[in-house]
């Protein structure tokens, strides 16, 4: 396995590789060389032959490295802690971070990242390079666009409808739907930036 990104993110996805026995031979980073956790992390030498997963959480950043790395295969990475339901489908890339929740029949894109202690009930939908921060809820049968980031803590009721590239605060409790590429905040969350 390889990694692209050697941050505080790419931390947590080493523990989760360790912890299910994997293991990693190379890490790269733009700003190598140095070490990670005892690894040492090099600038990407171009060489494809093994499944990678992009460990980066900036949305955009990861989505640019992936369209760097053409013929590359991507893994999956869910943390034996977290429940992930039978009946949900993972997308190549996506990473699933410890105590997190996919209930039944949800989609879940590619190079998502579901992170610590979130949860993601029933039928969600989530689009590729979307990014649901720690103990975020999103109740049954929520959308999200491509590239959103939901903030830590996030309350998403039921039914709701994310656009692509937007941004929910930390806390924010959405209870209407929210259109492409805006911010929002609060409780409840309202626009402050499009």
Known sequence: MKLYGASGHGKVIIRILEDLGLSISKIYDDKAPFKILDYDVSKYDG????????SVGN???????????KNASFAIAAHPSAHVDKTV???????????????VDSKIGK???INTSSSIDHECQLADYVHVSPNATLSGNVTVGEGTHIGSGAVVVPG???GKWATIGAGTVIIHDVPDGVTVVGNPGRIIQK
């Open 47 to 54: 060489c494809e032959n093994e499944n990678f997963i992009i």
């Open 59 to 69: 949305n955009k950043t990861r989505k640019k490295i992936v369209d760097k790395l």
């Open 89 to 103: 489908t993972l997308g190549e890339g996506t990473v699933i971070m410890p105590g997190a929740i996919i209930n």
């Open 111 to 113: 190079h998502c990242i």
């Open 160 to 162: 709701i409808k994310i």
